[in-house]
C-alpha cells in the first residue's frame, strides 16, 4: 500500500522547515530521513526527483512519498525533458549514499581538473578548494570562455564570500536558478551544497546545450547514447546507472569513434571491471578524458551514481562530437585559405602581366609617334623594318596578353563576388581602364605611322634623285663654263686685221647664242634647287649655296659678254666680207649641239614611276620625241651642206685649207655626228628601258588585283564572323554550354582561316616592296583587314569569357535555365550597344523582371570600379546573393575559435596539429602580421575580418 505524509505551513519561516526538530518526517510507518528539500512554493516549478511528486489541495503543500526498496531499479526511470531544471535545484539538506558521495567526489573533481589544467593549476579537495572562490570563478572562465569581475585578493572570510558570490551571480546570469544556494555554506565547506553546485554547473555547461535530435539536455545525451551503441551486441544503454556497470557500453561508445583503440571482439561481457578498467585507460590515454570513476566501487554499487556517470558520459560526447566540429572548422578554414591563396596567385599574375605590357607599351610609344624626318633612306628603311618587326611579331602576342589580362580581371572580380571577398583593386597605374587608355594611345599613334614612313621614303628617294640630277647638271654647267671667262677678258681684236676683227665679232654672237641656248639649263639647276629646298632636303644649305655660285658665274658671265661685245662693235670700223656659210654653219651647229645634249640627258635620265598611267604618259612623251627626228635629220643634213659649201668655196678659190677652221664656232661636225650617233644608240636602249617599266607596272597592277581579290573575299568573312560572336550575347533560344560550344567552333574556324590572313599579309608585304601602296579595286585595306581579325579574337575571348563566368555563377548560385534566360533576355534587351546597363537601363530592367528595389543605390553597389556600367555577371550575382550560403567572416571566426579550444589567440601548434601542411604553412605567413597583444598567438578575429567584406 501506498506511503505519504503531509505537512502544512501558514508563514514563509516555514517554508524552509524540517517537519520537526529531529529532520525527519512522521508517516504512517514512523520516521524517514529528511532525504528531500522544502520548497517555497512560488519557486515550485518543476516536479522533485524520484521519491516525492508534491500537490497543493485546500492550501496544503501534501508530498507524496514512495519509499525505495532495495530491489527497485533505476532502469523503469523514464528520462523526462526538465531533468535539467529539475537536477538544478540541490538537495541542501538530504542525505546522500556514502558510496554515491564518493563517486560524485572523484567524477567532478576530475571533471573540475580536466578545464583548470588548461589553467595550469588543479584542485585536491573539492569542499576546500573552492572554500576562496578563486578556483570556481577561473573554472567558470574557461568554461564560458568570457571574462568575470576581478577577484578580492583578500584572505578574510569576507573576501572569500565576495568571491563565490561573484561566481554564483554570474551562473544565475547564465538562466539558472540557485534556490537557497548561499555563498557562506560554499566558504563553510559544506560538501553535499558544493556538490550540488558543481552539478549544477555540470549541468549548464555540459550537458544543457547537448541537442540530438528533438531531445536536449538528459534525454539528448541518452539518446545519443543509445544510438551509438546500438549495433553491439550485450549493450543496452537505458539509464545513466545500472547500464554502464559492465564496461560494455564505454568501451562501444570508443570502439564506434576510435575503433583501432578496443579490440571490441575480444571483450568479456562478465568481466565487467576488465571492461570499465580498459575503457578508462583508453580514455584517459588516447582520448585525454581523465579518469573520473573506479571500476570497483561502479561494479560494487547495486545503483551506480547517475550523476557521476552522467558528467564521465558528458565528456565522451564532447570529444567525439568536438571532433567532428574540428574537422568542419579545419575544413572550412581550409577551404577559405585555399580560395584566398588562389585569389591572391591570380592578382599577382595581373600585376605582373599588366606590368609587363604597359611597359612594352611604354617602349613602342616613343617610337611610333616619332615622326622624325631622316636625312637619308637608308635609317629611314630602318625604321620601316623596325615597324614591320613591331606589327607582325611584336604586337600579335601582346594582343593576346591583353585579352588574358582581361579575362584574368573578369575572372578573379568573380571568384571574389562569389566568394564574398573584396573586389580587386590593381595599383595605381594598372587598372583595365588604365591598360585600354594606354593601348588606345598606342594604336592611336601607330595609325598612318606606317603610311608615313612610305610616304617618307618615297620623299626622300625623290630628293636623291633631284639631288642627283642637280648635280649632274652643275657638273656640265661647270664644264660648259670651262675658259668661257678667260675669252670674254681676251683683247685679242687689239692686233687683228678688219677680217680677224670680224671673224671675232661673229664668234662672239655665236657665243651669245649658245648663252641663250645655255640660260634653259640654268633655270632647271634654280627650279631643281627650289625643289630640294622645299622638300626639305638634309642639304639643302648646300644646295643653295650651289645655286648662288651657278647664278653668280652665269651673271658674272653674261655681263662679261654684254662688255666683249660693246667693244667689238667699237673695234669693227673695218669689216670685211662675213664668211656667210662658217657664220651660218656655227648657228646652226651650236643650237643642235645643246639639243643633242639635252637629248641626251633625257635619254640617259632614269625610268621612275609608281603607276601605270605614268608609264603611258612616259612612252607616249618618248613617241612623240621620236617623230621630230625627221626634222633633226634634215638640220644635220643642212649642216653638213654649209660645211661642204665651204670646203667647195676654199677648193674653189684656192684658199689655204687654215681657213677651213670655222671662226666662229668651236663646234666640230664629227663632234656633232658623234653626238648623234650615241642618241641613235641610245634610242633603242630607250625603248627597253619604258617596256621593262611597262612591265613592273603590270605586274603591279595584277598584285593590286590580287590583293583587291583577295581582301573583298577575306572582310566579309571577318565581319560575318564578328557579328555572330556579338549577337550570341543575344541568343536566348540555346543554353549556355551550346552558345559557349558555338564560339569555340567559331575560333577554331577562325584559326583553320588564319593562312588566309598570312597569305594577304605576305601580298602587301610584296606590294609595298615594290612601293605599290594602293589598291583602287580593294573595299579593304591591310590595316582593316589586321583591325577585323583582332576584334574577331577580342570579342571571341571576351564573350566565351562571359558565358564561362554565366555557367560559373549559374553552377554556384542552383540558378535553373529557364531563371537565367529570362535575365539574360531582359539584359540584351536594354544593353543595346553590348557594354552594360547604365542607371537608366539598369532600373527598366529591374521593373522588366519584376524586381523591386532602389536602382540607384543598387548601382552604385555594383559599379565598384566606377565605369559608369554595369555587367550582367554583377547583376546576377546580387539577385541571386540570399540562394546560396557563403563564407563570411563571423563563420571563419567560429571556425578558428574551435580549432583554438575557444580562446581569442590561436597558436602556431594548434594550426599544424588540424590543417594540412602546406595550408598550415600559408596560414602563419599570412597570419604572421597579426600577434596577439598578449603575444600568446595570432589574433585570428583581426584576420577573418580583413577578409571578407564587412
Request: hydrophobic share 35%.
Amino acid at each position: 500500500m501506498m506511503e505519504y505524509f503531509t505537512r502544512s505551513y501558514h508563514t514563509p519561516d516555514d517554508r524552509y522547515k524540517p517537519a520537526d526538530n529531529n529532520n525527519t518526517i512522521s508517516t504512517s510507518n514512523g520516521s524517514i530521513p529528511n532525504s528531500i528539500r522544502y520548497y517555497n512554493e512560488d519557486e515550485l516549478t518543476i516536479p522533485l526527483p524520484n521519491s516525492f511528486m508534491p500537490t497543493k489541495p485546500n492550501g496544503e503543500i501534501t508530498y507524496n512519498y514512495y519509499p525505495m526498496s532495495s530491489s527497485t531499479s533505476s532502469s523503469s526511470y523514464q528520462p523526462s525533458s526538465d531533468y535539467v531544471q529539475q537536477e538544478e535545484e540541490w538537495d541542501r539538506d538530504a542525505l546522500l549514499d556514502p558510496m554515491w558521495e564518493y563517486q560524485q567526489k572523484k567524477t567532478f573533481t576530475a571533471w573540475v581538473n580536466s578545464h583548470l589544467r588548461k589553467a595550469g593549476t588543479k584542485i585536491e579537495i573539492l569542499e576546500e578548494d573552492f572554500q576562496n572562490g578563486l578556483k570556481l570563478m577561473l573554472l567558470l572562465e574557461i568554461i564560458s570562455g568570457q571574462p568575470l569581475p576581478k577577484p578580492d585578493r583578500g584572505r578574510t572570510r569576507f573576501h572569500r564570500i565576495a568571491n563565490v558570490n561573484k561566481a554564483l551571480q554570474y551562473i544565475q546570469s547564465r538562466g539558472v536558478k540557485l534556490v537557497s544556494v548561499g555563498a557562506e555554506e560554499v566558504v563553510d565547506g559544506n560538501v553535499k551544497l558544493t556538490l550540488g553546485l558543481i552539478w549544477t554547473i555540470i549541468l549548464r555547461f555540459a550537458i544543457q546545450e547537448i541537442s540530438v535530435g528533438e531531445h536536449s539536455a538528459r534525454d539528448g545525451l541518452l539518446l545519443w547514447c543509445q544510438r551509438k551503441t546500438e549495433p553491439y551486441e550485450d549493450v543496452n544503454v537505458q539509464n545513466f546507472s545500472t547500464s554502464w556497470k559492465d564496461g560494455l557500453a564505454f568501451c562501444a561508445l570508443i570502439h564506434r569513434h576510435r575503433p583501432e583503440l578496443i579490440d571490441y571482439g575480444s571483450l568479456d561481457p562478465n568481466n565487467h571491471i576488465g571492461n570499465l578498467s580498459t575503457a578508462f585507460d583508453v580514455a584517459e590515454k588516447d582520448l585525454d578524458i581523465p579518469r573520473m570513476l573506479d571500476p570497483e566501487v561502479l561494479v560494487d554499487s547495486s545503483i551506480p551514481d547517475e550523476k557521476a556517470i552522467m558528467t564521465y558520459v558528458s565528456t565522451f560526447y564532447h570529444k567525439f562530437t568536438g571532433k567532428n566540429k574540428l574537422e568542419k572548422a579545419a575544413n572550412r578554414v581550409s577551404r577559405v585559405l585555399s580560395q584566398n591563396k588562389e585569389n591572391k596567385k591570380m592578382a599577382d599574375d595581373y600585376e605582373i602581366l599588366a606590368d609587363d605590357l604597359l611597359k612594352w607599351i611604354d617602349h613602342w610609344m616613343p617610337i611610333v609617334s616619332n615622326r622624325t624626318e631622316e636625312p637619308n633612306s637608308n635609317g629611314l628603311k630602318n625604321r620601316l623594318n623596325d615597324f614591320r618587326q613591331y606589327r607582325h611579331k611584336e604586337k600579335p602576342p601582346r594582343i593576346e596578353e591583353k585579352s588574358q589580362l582581361e579575362t584574368l580581371f573578369n575572372t578573379l572580380q568573380n571568384r571574389l563576388r562569389l566568394g564574398n571577398r573584396p573586389a580587386f583593386m590593381p595599383k595605381n597605374g594598372k587598372t583595365v581602364k588604365d591598360v585600354n587608355l594606354a593601348w588606345n594611345n598606342l594604336e592611336q599613334s601607330e595609325k598612318g605611322f606606317e603610311e608615313w614612313l612610305l610616304s617618307e621614303m618615297m620623299r626622300l628617294q625623290r630628293l636623291e634623285r633631284l639631288a642627283e640630277k642637280f648635280h649632274r647638271k652643275c657638273t656640265s654647267h661647270s664644264q660648259w663654263c670651262q675658259g668661257k671667262e678667260s675669252i670674254l677678258k681676251s683683247e685679242d681684236y687689239k692686233s687683228a686685221d678688219v677680217h680677224t676683227i670680224k671673224a671675232i665679232r661673229k664668234r662672239h654672237e655665236a657665243f651669245e647664242s649658245d648663252m641663250d641656248a645655255h640660260q634653259e639649263r640654268i633655270e632647271q639647276i634654280v627650279e631643281i634647287g627650289k625643289e630640294l629646298t622645299r622638300l626639305r632636303y638634309a642639304k639643302a644649305k648646300e644646295i643653295a649655296e650651289k645655286c648662288g655660285e651657278v647664278v653668280g658665274n652665269w651673271d658674272k658671265l653674261e655681263v662679261l659678254a654684254k662688255e666683249r661685245s660693246e667693244r667689238l662693235i667699237e673695234a669693227e670700223k673695218v669689216a670685211g666680207k662675213l664668211d656667210e656659210i662658217h657664220l651660218k654653219l656655227a648657228k646652226q651647229l651650236g643650237p643642235f649641239n645643246s639639243w643633242l645634249d639635252s637629248v641626251k640627258e633625257d635619254l640617259t635620265d632614269l625610268v621612275i614611276v609608281n603607276q601605270m598611267n605614268e608609264i603611258e604618259g612616259l612612252s607616249e612623251d618618248h613617241l612623240k620625241f621620236k617623230e621630230t627626228l625627221p626634222e633633226a635629220v634634215k638640220t644635220l643634213e643642212n649642216i653638213k651642206t654649209l660645211e661642204s659649201e665651204a670646203k667647195e668655196l676654199v677648193e674653189k678659190y684656192g684658199l689655204g685649207p687654215k681657213l677651213l677652221a670655222n671662226p666662229y664656232t668651236d663646234l666640230s661636225m664629227n663632234k656633232v655626228e658623234g653626238l648623234w650617233r650615241e642618241i641613235q644608240q641610245l634610242l633603242p636602249e630607250r625603248d627597253h628601258q619604258l617596256e621593262a617599266e611597262r612591265a613592273r607596272q603590270q605586274k603591279n597592277e595584277r598584285l593590286r588585283d590580287l590583293f583587291a581579290e583577295k581582301a573583298n573575299e577575306l572582310g566579309p568573312w571577318l565581319e560575318d564572323l564578328l557579328e555572330q560572336v556579338l549577337s550570341a550575347r543575344l541568343t536566348s533560344a540555346s543554353t549556355l554550354e551550346s552558345i559557349l560550344k558555338a564560339l569555340g567552333d567559331i575560333k577554331h574556324e577562325a584559326i583553320l582561316n588564319k593562312h588566309q590572313l598570312d597569305e594577304l599579309e605576305k601580298i602587301n608585304q610584296e606590294m609595298q616592296e615594290n612601293l605599290v601602296f594602293e589598291s583602287p579595286k580593294s573595299k579593304y585595306t591591310m590595316e582593316s583587314i589586321r583591325v577585323g581579325w583582332e576584334s574577331l579574337m577580342t570579342s571571341l575571348n571576351k564573350v566565351s569569357n562571359e558565358f564561362e563566368n554565366q555557367i560559373l555563377l549559374r553552377d554556384s548560385k542552383g540558378l535553373s535555365h529557364e531563371q537565367l534566360k529570362e535575365y539574360r533576355q531582359a539584359f540584351a534587351h536594354f544593353d543595346k550597344d553590348s557594354k552594360g546597363l547604365n542607371e537608366e537601363q539598369l532600373k527598366a530592367f529591374l521593373i522588366s523582371i519584376g524586381h523591386a528595389e532602389d536602382p540607384y543605390e543598387l548601382f552604385l553597389k555594383l559599379d565598384s570600379n566606377s565605369m559608369g556600367t554595369v555587367s550582367f555577371d554583377a547583376i546576377l550575382d546580387h539577385l541571386t546573393r540570399e540562394q546560396t550560403d557563403r563564407d563570411n567572416a563571423e563563420q571563419m571566426i567560429e571556425a578558428f575559435r574551435l580549432l583554438a579550444n575557444g580562446k581569442s589567440a590561436i597558436t602556431e601548434q594548434e594550426i599544424r596539429s588540424e590543417l594540412p601542411p602546406k595550408l598550415a604553412e600559408y596560414c602563419l605567413q599570412e597570419l604572421d602580421s597579426f600577434h596577439d597583444p598578449s603575444d600568446k598567438g595570432f589574433d585570428y578575429e583581426t584576420f577573418c575580418k580583413n577578409i571578407f567584406i564587412q
